[in-house]
């Protein structure tokens, strides 16, 4: 599972409000000009989270042409071109977003995510290590799991587990800490660890991933609970029928069979 779980990137925009007026219009001034940069952000990151990618990149092109001083921009366009896979155009408007304001939490974590998924782990570490020390940031357990991944794609497992752990002292029902410490569970060959972290896992989401599925799948049958292994089962195919995991396991049944 190690390369199926992704980073988490949180992306955490102020979203301003803006008025629609009818009839002739003034010419616009400073405040009506960022006023129309926030509400064209609104609609990129709308159109973004509904899989709008075209218009989502229009609306935030055009809001930092009207207001290139807006951090938040900055960082949901940053965003989508790393959905769009420019990424060169993506660390670049990541590192506008932390000029106008370096130490912006989210940013950096969102930061921190892009630099490991490119292999830039010290710079990445560097960048949730400073996420981390300001002691509002409203969402730490996103840093400290973003920071065990990367620790984990690196090889320092024991680092990683600590960095898991963290996230759970930070948010004891954070879904993605409770699968990755699972994972590490299941690879150690604890098994009865890693199905105390799946069942945490499963009450804390009502939404299951399909790679969650499989693991706690191996995990039952580690562990010879054949009703178990065959509830995820039927959950992975009744949920991700077209998923990958789905593959291996038919692919597994063939082989037993």
């Known amino acids: 599972m ?14 301003a ?20 940069a926030g509400y064209n952000l609104q609609l990129g990151v709308t159109y973004m989270r509904q899989g709008q990618m075209a218009v989502a990149l229009q609306k935030l092109e055009k809001s930092v042409v009207q207001d290139p001083d807006r951090a938040d921009t900055r960082t949901a366009l940053a965003f989508l071109y790393t959905r769009l896979g420019r990424l060169e155009e993506a660390d670049v ?18 930061h921190g995510a892009f630099l490991c998924q490119r292999g830039a782990y010290d710079e990445a570490m560097a960048s949730f290590a400073k996420a981390l020390k300001d002691p509002l940031y409203e969402t730490p357990a996103a840093a400290h799991t973003n920071a065990g991944v990367c620790a984990r794609d690196k090889g320092k497992t024991g680092q990683a587990e600590s960095y898991f752990r963290l996230a759970l002292g930070a948010d004891p029902e954070f879904t993605d800490a409770l699968l990755q410490l699972a994972d590490l569970s299941f690879a150690d060959k604890i098994y009865l660890q890693a199905r105390a972290f799946m069942d ?3 009450a804390s989401t009502a939404a299951a991933t399909s790679d969650a599925l499989w693991l706690g799948l191996r995990v039952e049958q ?30 597994a049944e063939k082989n037993v069979g």
């Open 93 to 110: 408007e990541y590192r506008h977003s932390l000029r106008l304001e370096p130490d912006n939490s989210s940013t950096l974590n969102n």
């Open 200 to 202: 945490r896992y499963m």
């Open 222 to 251: 580690a562990l010879g609970d054949k009703a178990a292994a065959g509830d995820y089962s039927t959950q992975l195919l009744e949920k991700f029928p077209d998923s990958i995991e789905v593959r291996w396991l038919l692919e």
């Open 2 to 15: 190690k390369g199926t779980i992704r980073l988490l990137i949180i992306l955490s925009v102020a979203l």
């Open 17 to 36: 409000s803006a008025c629609v007026t009818t009839g002739r219009k003034p010419e616009p001034d400073e405040a009506s000009i960022s006023a129309a």
